[in-house]
Each structure stands twice: as C-alpha cells, then as structure tokens.
T-cell receptor
Framework: DAKTTQPPSMDCAEGRAANLPCNHSTISGNEYVYWYRQIHSQGPQYIIHGLKNNETNEMASLIITEDRKSSTLILPHATLRDTAVYYCIVRGSGGSNYKLTFGKGTLLTVNP | AAGVIQSPRHLIKEKRETATLKCYPIPRHDTVYWYQQGPGQDPQFLISFYEKMQSDKGSIPDRFSAQQFSDYHSELNMSSLELGDSALYFC???????????????FGQGTRLTVV
C-alpha cells in the first residue's frame, strides 16, 4: 500500500472546522483513501473513504486533489468528542484482501 | 445496527498460559481481520480470513493461531503468553459485495489482554 504522511498533531477550536491533511504521493490509480479515527483505547472508527471524487457523509467530507497525491478530511463543526487520533490509509494493493495498514496518524485536539 | 462483538473485553493471564479471543462479525460480513495494539502504538495487522480461509498474514507470532468458523465468527488463540503480548486486540469485519478496495471495515471495541 502507498505510504501516507500526516502531521503528528493539530489543534482546533470547538465549533470550528477541522481540516486534517494527508499526503499520499505514491498512490496508485486503483487505490482508495480511507480515514479512520481512534478515540482513546476504543476500536478504530470508520469515517469516510473515496477514490478520486470528493465524498461527504454525516460525519465528514473528504477532499481528494485532482492528481490524487493528497487529501483533506474536513470535520465541519468540531466538538470536544472529536478529539482522537485520525488515520489516513491508502488501501487497494498488497495482499489478497487489502488489509488496512495503520501508520502514524494525527492527534486532533479540540479545545473549548 | 449490529456491530462487531468481541469477547472477553478484558482478560488477565499469567506468563506461559494460553488465551482465546473471540470475534463475532457484523451479520453477512465474510471477512475478518485481527489487529494488535501495544501501549502507545498504532494498530498492527495480524491476520485475516475470507470465507473461512486465511487470506493474509501479518506480523503474527508463531505462538498465535486463528481460524474462522462456519458461522463466520473467528477466534485468536495465543499460547505461551509473554509479558510483551499485553495489548489491545481488535477484530474488524467487512463485506466484499462492492469489491475489496471499496468496502469499509468496522472494528469491535477490542479485548484488553494483560499478561502478568
């Protein structure tokens, strides 16, 4: 799977949008970008995924650049409960059923 | 909606003992993944199963084994436990109905194993 690079930590004010960047410059054409988050010691929680088009669901929006070398996860109105480690994962190769490979994510801290 | 169920939630074992962790996937999911997360670490892939057959293997010690049963639940068996096996163990499940790449996996709440 393609390697991803994320900032180790970010801060966001409660109620503001949180924009979490991810670089995946070696992504292949058939690989998807997935975002998960993990709130302290809980199971990783699926947020959103996409291939090349921007995606939106009830939790977040995913913006993928046209060249697909980077993406941004947007939490439109961050709350204190969004404080978590956010993982950007590129998935689509490397094994028979495309396991999710977790790298070093971004610790997002939402401040009151 | 039904989620991935793991049992037990907490387990304390002594060194050299054995442990069995269970995972019940979301109904109609055909793929199960196991992950290990040590203190302060990111989740590490151990092993996965698709339709009851092992489909991928990561950094799983030889002391560990796993299988997926006919009802799709999975068990991770750990023998000769060591202090370093103390960790959170997560199971995830997914369905392949939209293809491998385009299907999200959902995680359980994990089993916290403590080896003393």
């Amino acid at each position: 799977d393609a390697k991803t690079t994320q900032p180790p930590s970010m801060d966001c004010a409660e109620g503001r949008a949180a924009n979490l960047p991810c670089n995946h410059s070696t992504i292949s054409g058939n690989e998807y970008v997935y975002w998960y988050r993990q709130i302290h010691s809980q199971g990783p929680q699926y947020i959103i995924h996409g291939l090349k088009n921007n995606e939106t669901n009830e939790m977040a929006s995913l913006i993928i650049t046209e060249d697909r070398k980077s993406s941004t996860l947007i939490l439109p109105h961050a709350t204190l409960r969004d404080t978590a480690v956010y993982y950007c994962i590129v998935r689509g190769s490397g094994g028979s059923n495309y396991k999710l490979t977790f790298g070093k994510g971004t610790l997002l801290t939402v401040n009151p | 909606a039904a989620g991935v169920i793991q049992s037990p939630r907490h387990l304390i074992k002594e060194k050299r003992e054995t442990a069995t962790l269970k995972c019940y996937p979301i109904p109609r999911h055909d793929t199960v993944y196991w992950y290990q997360q040590g203190p302060g670490q990111d989740p590490q892939f151990l092993i996965s199963f698709y339709e009851k057959m092992q489909s991928d293997k990561g950094s799983i010690p030889d002391r560990f084994s796993a299988q997926q049963f006919s009802d799709y639940h999975s068990e991770l068996n750990m023998s000769s436990l060591e202090l370093g096996d103390s960790a959170l163990y997560f199971c995830a499940s997914s369905s392949t109905d939209r293809g491998w790449r385009n299907t999200e996996a959902f995680f359980g709440q994990g089993t916290r194993l403590t080896v003393v």
